[in-house]
C-alpha cells in the first residue's frame, strides 16, 4: 500500500482508471487465501492511519479519500531457489480474481484490469509505502 496524491493504470495505452489523493493497493493473493482475509486486509486498509492530520501527524484513516487497487500476483515472486521466480506461492486466477473483486468492492476502490500487462503511474505522496500481510 501506497499514500499518493495521483494515480493511474493504462492497458493497451488506454487508461482504464484514475485517482487523486488515497492510496495505492498492490494485491497479491495468495494460496490459500479465502473470503476472511479479504475482509480483513480491506477493513485493515480503511483503518490505516497513514494520512496526516492537522499537526502533519500520520494519524487519519482513509475517510473519504480515494482507493485504486491493482492485482498483482508477483507479490508472490520467490526467488529463493535461483534468480528465476517462481509463483508458486500465488492463488491460481480463478481464486484470486473473486478475493481481488471482493476487496475493491468493500473499499469502493477504482481497479486495474485483472490478469492484464498493466502499466501503474503512481505519485507517492511522501516516504510511506507499507507491506501488510494477513
Request: charge should be negative.
Amino acid at each position: 500500500m501506497q499514500r499518493v496524491s495521483a494515480a493511474a493504470v493504462t492497458v493497451g495505452g488506454e487508461e482504464v482508471s484514475r485517482i487523486g489523493p488515497g492510496m495505492v493497493v498492490l494485491l497479491g493473493v495468495g494460496a490459500g487465501d479465502t473470503a476472511r482475509e479479504a475482509e480483513r486486509m480491506a477493513s485493515k486498509l480503511g483503518r490505516l492511519r497513514i494520512f496526516s492530520d492537522r499537526e502533519g501527524r500520520m494519524n487519519e484513516p482513509l475517510g473519504a479519500r480515494e482507493v485504486l487497487c491493482v492485482s498483482q500476483f508477483t507479490l508472490y515472486g520467490d526467488t529463493s531457489k535461483g534468480n528465476r521466480p517462481s509463483w508458486f506461492g500465488a492463488a491460481p486466477g480463478e481464486v484470486a480474481e473473486p478475493l481481488y473483486e471482493m476487496v475493491c468492492e468493500l473499499l469502493e476502490a477504482e481497479k486495474g484490469l485483472f490478469g492484464a500487462d498493466m502499466r501503474v503511474d503512481i505519485s507517492g505522496d511522501g516516504p510511506v509505502t507499507v507491506l501488510i500481510d494477513i
